[in-house]
């Protein structure tokens, strides 16, 4: 039916760069915000960053100036730019998409990207 798909995720040096992709198929009408998670071993899930349809973003206090969301409407695709990257930064990235689909309107998840910043 509907399926998001995270890429990009690696292992970098702290200091380095990183750029996660998510790109969402399948019966979709029409998807509303898009936003990137992550989370790190022991921990809970916590928001990243998201942007609205018409580009309006929201970032977390940990990675404002440093992480860049951004999306390509034609696409169904959401980004995250990640410079200065610290080993803090380690986790499993997530991305979700609030859309509309043949089911109704629903919140999807991808499966998961890790990322690793070794210092």
């Known amino acids: 039916q509907v399926q998001l798909v995270e890429s990009g995720g690696g292992l970098v040096q702290a200091g380095g760069s990183l750029r996660l992709s998510c790109a969402a198929s399948?019966?979709?009408?029409?998807?509303?915000?898009m936003g990137w998670y992550r989370q790190a071993p022991g921990k809970q899930r916590e928001p990243l960053a998201t942007i609205t349809y018409g580009g309006s973003t929201n970032y977390a206090s940990s990675v404002k100036g440093r992480f860049t969301i951004s999306r390509d409407n034609n696409q169904n695709t959401v980004y995250l730019q990640m410079n200065r990257l610290n080993p803090e930064d380690s986790g499993v990235y997530y991305c979700n998409a609030d859309l509309y689909s043949s089911l109704g309107r629903l919140t999807h998840w991808g499966q998961g990207t890790q990322v690793t910043v070794s210092s």
């Open positions: 399948g019966s979709i009408l029409s998807i509303n915000a």
